[in-house]
């Protein structure tokens, strides 16, 4: 079946510094790829989306791109600030709803 | 914009209880979900509805019943709370079943003592 696939955190890096989070999926249709972020007491919100592959999808200095052949869809960022802490979930968008990965959780620190 | 409410923020249960959650939200969205958050676990799909009386199982769908009596709102029940069990309830809404946006309320933490 479908599943995503997302670095295990938590991951903490001091302010300035840069992101990578991992994010692998296996699916044999062709779907759309988001990225969700959550902060504390909050709910998730959409980072961004890309539908279609080889296309790159950025917000708030985030960007990811749909790398169809390598079924990865890496979250970076080149210089995380401390209000970037929060958990970052991978999804994968098909049909009617969309499936997870555990999420990743982010903590920067001055 | 538009805002999901859900209701209670917080539920506390003894084992074997049924227990409901409710969620309304005001996008005027046609799909509504239902998603349980675990640490560790991510978020994992329970139950969805395409639109006003309709109901879809996810991965996760047994212990949990669905109701979506009108388009605005989406109730999910335990049907038997588990004793120990804590997790965090998530409803969401999104424009029409396909790949659009997910709009999240804030959540329901469970507590089953």
């Known amino acids: 079946g479908d599943s995503v696939t997302q670095t295990e955190g938590p991951v903490t890096l001091s302010e300035g510094t840069s992101l990578t989070v991992n994010c692998s999926y296996e699916?044999?249709?062709?779907?759309?790829l988001f990225w969700y972020v959550q902060y504390p007491g909050e709910g998730p919100q959409l980072l961004f989306k890309?539908?279609?592959?080889?296309e790159k999808g950025s917000n708030r200095g985030f960007e990811a791109t749909y790398n169809k052949e390598a079924t990865s869809f890496h979250l970076q960022k080149a210089s995380v600030q401390e209000s970037d802490s929060a958990v970052y979930y991978c999804?994968?968008?098909?049909?009617?709803?969309?499936?997870f990965g555990t999420g990743t959780k982010l903590q920067v620190v001055p | 914009g538009g805002i999901i409410t859900q209701t209670p923020k917080f539920l506390i249960g003894q084992e074997g209880q049924k227990l409901t959650l409710k969620c309304q939200q005001n996008?005027?969205?046609?799909?509504m979900y239902w998603y349980r958050q675990d640490s560790g676990k991510g978020l994992r799909l329970i139950y969805y509805?395409?639109?006003?009386?309709?109901?879809q199982k996810g991965d996760l769908s047994e212990g949990y019943d669905a109701s979506r009596e009108k388009k605005s709102s989406f109730s999910l029940t335990v049907t038997s709370a588990q004793k120990n069990e804590m997790a965090v309830f998530l409803c969401?809404?999104?424009?029409?079943?396909?790949?659009?946006?997910?709009?999240f309320g804030e959540g329901s933490k469970l507590t089953v003592l």
């Open positions: 969401a809404s999104s424009p029409a079943a396909n790949t659009g946006q997910l709009y």
């Open positions: 699916t044999k249709q062709y779907p759309t």
């Open positions: 890309v539908p279609k592959a080889n």
């Open positions: 999804a994968l968008g098909e049909g009617t709803y969309q499936r």
């Open positions: 996008f005027n969205h046609d799909t």
């Open positions: 509805s395409i639109t006003e009386n309709d109901l």
